[in-house]
């Protein structure tokens, strides 16, 4: 569905991801993992446009949607969960949710059913709806970015670091939260660090070493092997 090829990002002279291939088929999950700096939310920013890449090409479905801004690529099922979380801290989180219900081309009675089954998954957010967004926990923050990613319906979900800064504990409530979410059928590209948890959830992976793909297959066949081990020393 979504698909990669040759996707290049550069700041100035700073060369940052390098002609990457990357395919995220319908229905599955797909990590992409790599040591701090390594290019992945570089890449990923650029799928989702938030920033243009230098080269390369990004398609949906077969269809060239490479440099469409954020905010218009979001209409054509594409959802970032960019890293930091960017919820609107002085919106409730009601609020900062109802601002998805453009996106999906829904009723009001189908978001509003959507909703409850946010609400279902992350219930903190259902208790703590009228309360404005910046005063939640960090996982609590990173629960209501994730909860707004899967209001806009998108067909293709990317998260950046979602483990990134949360206790263990947590860590566990968010990505139990996305296996919940896959399982629902959700098609999602996640980039992480964290390539032990990642691992765990995804059904492919890539890793990307100084701005390049070394290696690439299912995690049974990624675990443990040098270019895994080498790649996340950085
Ligand atoms: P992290 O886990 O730290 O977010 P990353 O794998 O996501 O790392 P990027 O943030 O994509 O990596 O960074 C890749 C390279 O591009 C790094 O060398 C970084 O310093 C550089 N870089 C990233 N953003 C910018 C920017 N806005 N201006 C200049 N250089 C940048």
């Known amino acids: 569905m979504l698909s990669v090829s040759r996707l290049s990002v550069s700041y100035g002279p700073i060369q940052a991801v390098r ?4 395919d995220v ?14 290019g992945k939310s570089s890449a990923l920013n650029a799928v989702a446009g938030l920033i243009r890449p230098k080269g390369g090409r990004v398609l949906l479905d077969g269809e060239d949607v490479t440099g469409i801004p954020a905010h218009k690529l979001v209409r ?9 979380r960017m919820v609107a801290a002085p919106l409730t989180v009601y609020e900062n949710l109802r601002q998805c219900r453009a996106a999906g081309g829904r009723t009001a009675a189908q978001f509003e059913q959507e909703l409850q089954s946010v609400y279902d998954m992350f219930p903190v957010l259902r208790s ?27 067909r293709v ?13 947590v860590i566990d409530v968010v990505f139990n939260a996305l296996l919940e979410i896959h399982h629902a059928g959700q098609t999602i ?39 895994v081990v080498w790649a996340l020393l950085g």
Request: charged residues 20%; contains cysteine; proline residues 7%.
């Open 189 to 227: 590209l996640l980039v992480e660090q964290n390539a032990e948890l990642a691992l765990e959830i995804c059904d492919y992976a890539a890793v990307l070493q100084r701005g390049e793909i070394v290696a690439r297959g299912t995690p049974a066949e990624l675990r443990g092997t040098n270019e």
């Open 157 to 169: 979900l990317l998260l950046d670091e979602p483990s990134m800064g949360l206790a263990p504990a």
């Open 19 to 22: 002609e990457i291939d990357l």
């Open 25 to 38: 088929p319908d229905g599955h999950f797909v990590s992409l993992i790599g040591a701090n700096g390594a």
């Open 128 to 154: 703590r709806r009228h309360q404005p967004a910046g005063l939640l926990s960090g996982g609590e923050q990173q629960m209501l970015a994730i909860a707004r990613g899967v209001l806009t319906n998108p």
């Open 76 to 84: 054509r099922g594409v959802a970032i969960v960019p890293e930091g």
